[in-house]
């Protein structure tokens, strides 16, 4: 690809970009807020700093729902932003975008039309599957025909693979990942404490106290409003608590885990049990998760460094080596019947 290339995920939760020229890589979150319905007021990390806590006349939201585009207008917006705050302008430039693979073709298609119908004056856009830039991302030889288990657990999906000779054999989206456990964590802490807590304050006590095995005995201190009273309280939540909380989310991704592995080729099954499976996504981080997946399943569980950014790093990967371009496609245009 020309220098000036670009690899783009865009999650549900972070937007990562990364440009071959400089090196340059942004992860910030996906948020963005809009001012009496048109002034861009924020983005980013500062926009997310203001979730939950601005006024009527600031509209703070994810663009993005369950890995697919929602706000095609707001996340054009938020590209342009990006783009401009990693190397300085909208220049034009080669750009390689991740999209789910168990969506629809015009699901996919949005995640192409973003750049292309942007005022940033693209000269080639492709896409490539996430699960095949997951693994480039982990280090893995995705043209081998050695078959290999992806799981990665998103903000609002989980999406489980398996791949092999560069192409996806079996892919399957749940509609459960990090902000699913972080309302079931508000939930509990509702019924059990009559305590209110907002998504931010679930998510730190997810990132303090969750474990999937229940090994732990932490406690934390959560802040947020009384039910009875209406005043501010706080509460120690306790980890125990916590498990509870996200339990049956976890063992709903085991459950897709083991279907996926029951519709797997034996083949491919024998190339899995001797290399494992490849967890990455934020919620990876989750305390043992890696011990209750070899416990439900008997697979080694294999976790690189920064498991949220192996797309990116694997989108880096694919844009920078000339032999990776076959692992990129540009997605059908739509079809119209007169």
């Known amino acids: 690809m020309a220098q000036h290339a670009y690899g783009i995920d865009i999650g549900t939760s972070n937007f990562k970009i990364f440009s071959v020229a400089n090196k340059k890589m942004i992860n910030e979150k996906n948020v963005i807020a809009i001012k009496n319905k048109k002034e ?5 990390d500062p926009a997310f700093e203001m979730y939950e806590k601005a006024p009527a006349n600031i509209d703070v939201s994810y663009p993005v729902k369950f890995g ?3 706000d095609i207008k707001n996340m054009g917006t938020l590209f342009e932003c990006f783009l401009q705050k990693l190397n300085g302008q909208n220049n034009g430039g080669d750009f390689c975008i991740a999209v789910p693979t168990d969506i629809t073709e015009v699901e996919k298609r949005a995640f192409y039309d973003l750049i292309a119908e942007s005022k940033v004056k693209s000269k080639h856009i492709c896409v490539v599957e996430k699960p095949i830039a997951d693994a480039v991302g982990v ?3 995705v043209e081998s025909p050695k078959g290999k288990l ?4 998103g903000s609002d ?3 489980i693979s398996v791949i092999s000779l560069g192409g996806i054999v079996l892919s399957k989206i749940i509609k459960t990942g990090g902000h699913k456990l972080d309302d079931t964590i508000c939930n509990i802490v509702r019924k059990k404490h009559n305590l209110i807590i907002g998504s931010k304050t679930a998510e730190q006590l997810k990132i303090n106290l969750a474990d999937a095995i229940n090994s732990s005995d932490a406690t934390h201190v959560a802040y947020g409003r009384n039910i009875v009273t209406g005043l501010p309280a706080m509460q ?10 996200i339990q049956e989310c976890l063992h709903s991704i085991m459950d897709s885990v083991k279907m996926i592995l029951e519709r797997t080729p034996p083949e491919l099954s024998a190339d899995i049990i001797e290399a494992g499976c490849y967890l990455t996504g934020g919620s990876a981080l989750i305390h043992n ?6 416990k439900e399943t008997g697979l080694k569980v294999n976790i690189c460094d920064a498991p949220s ?6 989108l880096a990967e694919i844009i920078s080596n000339d032999k990776l371009h076959g692992l990129t496609f540009v997605p059908r245009e739509k079809q119209y019947n007169d």
């Open 40 to 44: 861009i007021y924020s983005f980013g």
């Open 68 to 70: 697919v585009i929602a």
């Open 139 to 141: 280090g893995l030889d």
């Open 150 to 153: 992806i799981i990665d657990i």
């Open 157 to 159: 999906t989980t999406e």
């Open 236 to 245: 120690d939540i306790s980890s125990e608590l916590v498990y509870q909380a």
């Open 289 to 294: 998760i890696d011990a209750l997946i070899t």
């Open 309 to 314: 950014e192996a797309v990116i790093r694997g």
